[in-house]
């Protein structure tokens, strides 16, 4: 059974930072490219940050790019995401989910993720950026 479990997530103060830890059991988790996905109050899913299988390509949304850093490890069959600079319009339940199956566009990363190319999400960890 797949299982995705978020931790990390917390209050914080803008400008501040948090590290966002997803642990992946029940899958051969180098074999799937993985994405950070968030949901705001009120708004719909947003991806945010997805890595390749190697860990050597990814990309990050406009709105986080410099702030953000995705990661992994695959020997520890963990994924990461590393907040800094955090802002208010980051408040959201930030959540990790798996490629639905190993393509080559996991492999590579050669266009901008669709939400219809993940399943299996995590129960999401909470960041809310406040003062």
């Known amino acids: 059974e797949v299982q995705l479990v978020e931790s990390g997530g917390g209050l914080v103060q803008p400008g501040g930072s948090l590290n966002l830890s997803c642990a992946a059991s029940g899958f051969t988790f180098s074999s799937y490219a993985m994405i950070w996905l968030r949901q705001a109050p009120g708004k719909g899913f947003e991806w945010v940050s997805v890595i390749n299988r190697g860990g050597d390509r990814t990309f990050h949304v406009g709105s986080v790019k410099g702030r953000f850093t995705i990661s992994r490890d695959n020997a520890k069959n963990t994924l990461y995401l590393q907040l800094n600079s955090l802002k208010t319009e980051d408040t959201a339940m930030y959540y990790c989910?798996?490629?639905?199956?190993?393509?080559?566009?996991?492999?590579?990363?050669?266009?901008?993720?669709?939400?219809?190319?993940?399943?299996?999400w995590g129960q999401g960890t909470q960041v809310t950026v406040s003062s």
């Open positions: 989910a798996k490629e639905k199956y190993p393509t080559e566009w996991g492999r590579l990363l050669y266009r901008y993720p669709n939400l219809s190319d993940f399943a299996s």
